[in-house]
């Protein structure tokens, strides 16, 4: 709407700040900081009041009807807009009146009283007040509106015009509960200060205090009576209270509610053109606050930026800042690594890409720690209990130890240091660093489970880590839920017991009887020592790794050198061991309560692996043992190539005694009985023992109950080879035990370890085998034939393998072990009963379907003698390769047979 009558007076320009009603507005200069402000009261017009919240306990007014309407009439059309008015304070008046024009020019520009006339939203003052050409026009609008049944003077009743106002809201968590985080339409009505504002949620009119998650800007002192002090200024509190009016102050705007503090709701203001909390950041008016950001749903990583950005720029609240964290750049701040140990329940030790070794503590998190220990009456601390351990004495620590072990332990992380933290406190210099694998913060899952607390800081502290925030957050959670060291209860009390000699004398039997043992391994003290902790009895041991001697590694405390390749050894048995789920085979103790026997830790057979490597040679006893092979044959490789310890080993050629050869000895024979479960390509044999059949079956029994409880996703496992694992052999469609032999083009070549043949499956037929069925020993053997080869013959070989396969398919033979070659499985004979006669072997031998081996020096000679009497016995009767005499005549070498 607009006038056609030039006005003489001249103009003036201005910014509308504020809608104080429908004929009320506050404007202000468009520049300056803060600039002056102007009321201007619209002339010749009443508008509707507006509902005001009373104090003291008073009840609050109501709107008038269509109060609402002409303020959002004005609110929408002129907030934030640049206007002309003309004002003056009548004779006697305390305000000023006048009018407001939207738009440049005022001859043309919109006159906002003759606007809200004509949508009949208010009222022309008729009594009591000069006539005028401008208040004629005014009344000639309203009556076109009321005769046009526009606004306040329509046919609709005016309760539907009247606000139902929440002022005090009963149940704020309700409310917040009830938007469920989502955006809510709201009208800024006040600014308390920068971070403070007072707004109506739309359509429900719900008065709400809503304080800015993530953020804090400086307040306004306030007098003994609750109103702000003129004489208490802060510094940048108005500067940041009137940023946020002119940007927000009566706009359209969308909230979502997050938190309730003190009957003040905690919440975001969502705005088209950015985020206000952002902007006061960037501008140095706000500062983050750490138990507000937590709240947020999102975008607290912007807020931090923009604090971060502000702070190096020195703006305004931090003008005087000085950074508390040096620069780290390039590869120093970000790298993978291998972890090695876990210290406590908050620090890891790195295996670096250049094999160094680096200590790093998970930023911003502290671990469980001692409860205060009361003081003496000297005041000084009372000592700690003899025998007292930090890892398993102070609650929860060992289960923060634990958790992160059995995740990262092993395993390639990614990680970010974060800042360093000075040495003091008699404390050295600690790399505090952000660690994720697979995506996932390690703190923070740490925190989540109530197994370490977040540490506080100052706001200028800039020693925190850069994920700080989704700390707080997993600490609330767990907080709430009481878990770990938030929980009321009493702490889980660990009594672990300490293995000394008395004790070992107690215990060997029964763990003599457990064959294989789960332990972790707590401390490597040298290549085969190695402190253990047993969780089934909650024990800790000394074990002593046997069957080889392994060189003596230096030490420090006591300045006492090693030997050589010591050192080397205990670092070979630390990365393959430390911290790692193994399983032990006691077999004795010496007599300081050590335990001796044998540890595997991924299935690796550590003394085994100490031999191959050249940094352990076999003790006499150990080449009795039932892994003596096993050592002797690792030992001999390492001589071969002069690993470490042989580095100088020089072979000595032993002289044969032709006389011991003549001399016959005596052959052991200690026959076990036993069903033959598959026969190789080769002509080697497995066998299992059928006293352990009802073991076996149980435990396949139980394997496959627990898979059916249980079923394994397909596809969930990648085997890799060397993997004991289980399979679903295609026969039966089973479970089984396996060793991945290799694994190619999704397909796996796996070896049943409990019968001896192999199949090769689509990798999704394999599932990852429960930790209580891996330590059992496999319950088949596997055994080479004695003094005996195969035809070269592949016709001949073929049938050799068909009758040694059905001379073999019987319930139970009797199986004796003639002799152990070392680095091969043991070589026995099988029998039908326990007679000479019953061998299977001698009789395929007679068939002429087998070669005797030439061999020389063997102590077994009395059925070497008897296996070569049957052999003779074929060539006279031309038995099947013999059919064209002696073929070992023609050109033995051929045959492989040493002759």
């Known amino acids: 709407m607009t006038t056609q009558q030039p006005i003489p007076i001249q103009p003036k320009r201005g910014i509308v700040k504020q809608i104080l009603s429908g004929d009320s507005v506050i404007i202000r200069a468009p520049s300056g900081a803060p600039p002056p402000e102007k009321q201007i009261n619209f002339s010749g017009i009443i508008a509707p009041k507006l509902a005001r919240r009373t104090g003291d ?72 007040i000069r006539t005028t050409p401008e208040l004629t026009r005014l009344m000639e609008l309203e009556d076109a509106a009321k005769a046009a049944g526009k606004g306040k003077w329509g046919n609709a009743p005016s309760s539907e015009h009247v606000r139902d106002i929440k002022w005090t809201i009963e149940k704020p968590q309700e409310l917040v509960d009830q938007l469920q985080f989502k955006p809510v339409k709201a009208v800024i009505e006040h600014v308390r200060d920068g971070s403070t504002v007072r707004a109506f949620l739309l359509p429900d009119f719900h008065y709400v205090t ?5 953020i804090r800007c400086p307040g306004f002192k306030l007098d003994s009576s609750g109103k702000r002090d003129p004489n208490g200024k802060v510094e940048f509190a108005e500067e940041a209270r009137y940023y946020v009016e002119v ?85 120093e701040k970000e790298f993978t690594a291998t972890v090695m140990e876990i210290n406590n329940g908050d620090a890891l030790v790195l295996k670096m890409a250049n094999g160094d070794h680096k200590k790093v503590f998970l930023a911003s998190i502290r671990a469980p720690k001692e409860p205060g220990r009361q003081n003496d009456e000297d005041g000084k601390p009372i000592p700690r209990p003899k025998g007292f351990r ?21 395993k390639k992380v990614h990680v970010v240091i974060d800042y360093i933290q000075d040495a003091r406190d008699g404390f050295s210099e600690k790399i505090c660093a952000t660690v994720t694998v697979g995506g996932k913060n390690v703190a923070e899952a740490l925190v989540s489970k109530g197994l370490a607390t977040v540490v506080r800081y100052r706001p200028d502290d800039d020693q925190r880590s850069c994920r700080y925030d989704e700390l707080m957050t997993a600490e609330t959670k767990a907080t709430k839920s009481q878990l770990g060291v938030h929980s009321k209860k009493d ?129 006499f006893m150990g080449e009795k043992s039932q892994y003596g092979s096993m050592l002797k044959g690792a030992e001999d490789q390492a001589k071969a190539a002069k690993l470490r310890i042989w580095k100088e080993y020089v072979e000595v050629e032993k002289e044969e005694k032709r006389e011991e050869e003549k001399v016959p000895t005596e052959r052991q024979v200690n026959f076990e009985e036993v069903v033959v479960t598959e026969i190789t390509p080769e002509g080697n044999f497995y066998a299992q023992k059928i006293s352990e059949g009802p ?83 496999p319950f088949a053997t596997e055994y080479t034939l004695p003094f005996i080869v195969l035809p070269k013959d592949e016709e001949y070989s073929s049938m050799a393998i068909k009758y040694l396969k059905e001379d073999t398919a019987v319930s139970k033979l ?46 077994q000679n009395k059925l070497l003698e008897s296996y070569r009497e049957a052999q003779d016995f074929a060539k006279k009767q031309h038995s099947n390769i013999w059919e064209y005499g002696d073929i070992t005549e023609v050109d033995a070498k051929e045959f492989g047979l040493g002759i």
């Open 247 to 331: 940007r927000l102050l009566q706009r359209d705007v969308e909230i979502v509610l997050e938190a309730v503090n003190n009957n003040n709701f905690i919440g975001t203001i969502i705005h088209p053109k950015g985020s206000i909390a952002e902007l006061l950041l960037k501008e140095g008016f706000a500062k983050c606050v750490d138990w507000s950001i937590m709240l947020m749903k999102s975008s607290s990583e912007k807020l931090r930026a923009a604090e971060k950005q502000a702070k190096e720029a020195r703006r305004r609240l931090w003008k005087d800042f000085v950074p508390t964290v040096p620069k780290i750049t390039g590869k």
């Open 814 to 859: 009797y199986l004796n072990v003639e002799y152990r070659p070392a680095g091969s499985p043991a070589a026995a004979s099988l029998h039908t009963d326990k007679t000479s006669e019953s061998d299977i072997l001698k009789n395929l031998i007679k068939e002429g379907l087998l070669i005797v081996e030439s061999v020389k020096g063997r102590r």
């Open 210 to 214: 809503l304080m800015l998650s993530g």
């Open 695 to 777: 073991k076996a079956e149980a435990l396949f029994a139980k394997l496959r109950q627990e898979f059916q409880a249980n079923p394994p996703l397909p596809g969930a496992f990648t085997p890799k080879r060397g993997d004991i694992c289980a399979a679903k052999f295609t026969v039966d469609d089973e479970w089984y035990r396996v060793k991945v032999e290799k694994v190619q083009g999704g397909k796996a070549t796996v070896h049943y370890i409990d019968y001896g043949n192999r199949e090769t499956l689509p990798a999704t037929r394999l599932a990852s085998l429960p930790a209580a069925y891996v330590s059992d020993r």
């Open 491 to 619: 702490s889980p009390s660990l009594r672990v017991i300490e293995i000394d000699a008395a004790r070992a004398k107690l215990e060997l039997a029964a763990l003599q009887r457990a064959q294989r043992i789960d332990a972790i391994v707590e401390f490597v003290a040298s290549g085969s020592r190695l402190r253990l902790y047993i969780p089934k009895s909650n024990s800790l041991c000394t074990f002593l790794l046997g069957g080889i001697n392994c060189p003596r590694a230096s030490r420090q405390a006591t300045d006492t050198a090693g030997e050589p390749y010591g050192d080397e050894a205990l670092q070979f048995t630390k990365e393959k061991c430390m911290q790692r789920d193994v399983s032990i085979q006691v077999d004795t103790h010496d007599k300081a309560g050590n335990f001796i026997g044998w540890l595997w830790v991924d299935n690796v057979n550590m003394s085994v692996a100490l031999a191959k490597e050249g940094f352990a040679s076999v003790h």
């Open 390 to 410: 930090p890892l398993y004495d102070i609650p929860y620590m060992f289960e923060a130890r634990e958790y992160l072990r059995k995740k990262l332990i092993g």
């Open 57 to 128: 306990g008073q009840e609050a007014s109501k709107d008038e009807p269509w109060a609402w309407e002409a303020r959002e009439f004005l609110r929408k059309k002129l907030i934030g807009e640049e206007v002309l008015f003309i004002a003056e304070k009548p004779q006697n008046a305390v305000r000023e009146y006048g009018v407001v024009y939207l738009g440049k020019d005022v001859n043309t520009a919109e006159n906002i009283t003759e606007s809200l006339v004509s949508e009949g939203l208010v009222s022309v003052r008729r009594e009591g």
